[in-house]
């Protein structure tokens, strides 16, 4: 077994930003692409950002137990981890980097154990994390509004988590987790 790292949070407080800056810094890094029911967003690829799947062929996916866990993370759409990324990231030798939705993050963090270092991402306050949802452009307004109402009942499960990081300052955020990640993998 190798090791991973999960960050998790509600949506639009920064995990895919801090992500990406961690990923330029750790060359041991790879990142667990998750299978999704949801239509690409912005600039996101195929098989870099997620495995983008009609609802069937995830439902399959499922039926044929391809998943470690997987969640309906808003109504209609699912999220999932395939256990054929743990295996491809882990042959490669590399550290397994996971961005998940807390429920995910707490089943993760339950099936590796030590071996994973658990990161929830807190916004600011509610209102800021309001604010980069809507200037990130990419939701509509129905959206929005579903993942809002789910945020405020995820941020009261912070404390399940190994560590947790407010982005408030971007770099500041992004230097604290690195700290945090780097006592981890020396241990
Ligand atoms: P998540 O992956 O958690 O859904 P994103 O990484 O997509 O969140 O971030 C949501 C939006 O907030 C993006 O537009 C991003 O550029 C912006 N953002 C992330 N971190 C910060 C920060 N520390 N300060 C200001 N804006 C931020
Ligand atoms: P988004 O649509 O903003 O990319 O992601 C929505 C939410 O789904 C985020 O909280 C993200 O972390 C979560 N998510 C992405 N992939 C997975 C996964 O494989 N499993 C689970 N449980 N959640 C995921």
Known sequence: MGKAILFSAPSGC???????????????????ISA??????????????YYFLSHEEFMKRVHDDEFLEW???????????????IDRIWNE?????????????????????AD????????????????????????SEEAIVKRLA???????QAPAFDRTIVNDDLQRAVDETRKVIEEFLNE
């Open 14 to 32: 920064g995990k895919t930003t801090i992500i990406k800056e961690l990923m330029r810094y750790f060359d041991c890094f790879d990142f667990s």
């Open 36 to 49: 999704t029911s949801r239509k690409p967003r912005g600039e996101e690829v195929n098989g870099k950002d």
């Open 93 to 113: 030798g590399k550290v397994i980097v996971f961005d998940v939705d807390v429920n995910g993050g707490k089943n993760i963090k339950r099936y590796f154990g």
């Open 150 to 156: 789910r945020s405020a009942e995820e941020l009261e």
């Open 71 to 85: 969640e309906e993370v808003y109504q209609g759409t699912c999220y999932g981890t395939l256990k054929s990324e």
């Open 116 to 139: 994973a270092l658990s990161v929830f991402v807190m916004p600011p306050s509610l209102q800021v994390l309001e604010q980069r949802l809507r200037s990130r452009g990419t939701d």
